[in-house]
């Protein structure tokens, strides 16, 4: 089983809501975060919201407000909550691991999963 596992992307029209979540077979002993990055087609992978092992998130300004990530209590799933979804928000969705957390999470990525599509239309 890959360590990583999203599911739940699909197509919804702009203002809909998704729910992604992401199965975790284990984690790496070094990692401190765990959230969601995503890419568009023909842009950079940006980070999109992670939680810490202190259970602090931090979310990219784009998506705050709108977005919300937890994971249950044993740590075996992730979720990121999507409201109010826009056409700039389409883009495949990636749970990750990091060894950083908070707003160094993307800069030391350890591993991710296969990835989820979200389409928004307007």
């Known amino acids: 089983q890959a360590p990583l596992e999203e599911s739940g992307g699909g197509s919804v029209e702009t203002g809909g809501s998704l729910t992604l979540s992401c199965i975790v077979s284990?984690?790496?002993?070094?990692?401190?975060?765990i959230g969601w990055i995503r890419q568009a087609p023909g842009k950079e992978r940006e980070p999109v919201a992670n939680?810490?092992?202190?259970?602090?998130?931090t979310y990219a300004d784009s998506v705050k407000g709108r977005f919300t990530i937890s994971q249950d209590n044993a740590r075996k799933t992730l979720y990121l909550q999507m409201n109010n979804l826009a056409p700039e928000d389409t883009a495949t969705y990636y749970c990750?691991?990091?060894?950083?957390?908070?707003?160094?999470?993307?800069?030391?990525?350890?591993?991710w999963g296969p990835g989820t599509l979200v389409t928004v239309s307007s």
């Open positions: 990750a691991t990091s060894r950083l957390r908070g707003i160094l999470f993307f800069q030391a990525l350890d591993k």
């Open positions: 284990g984690y790496t002993e070094g990692t401190y975060s």
């Open positions: 939680i810490d092992n202190f259970e602090k998130t």
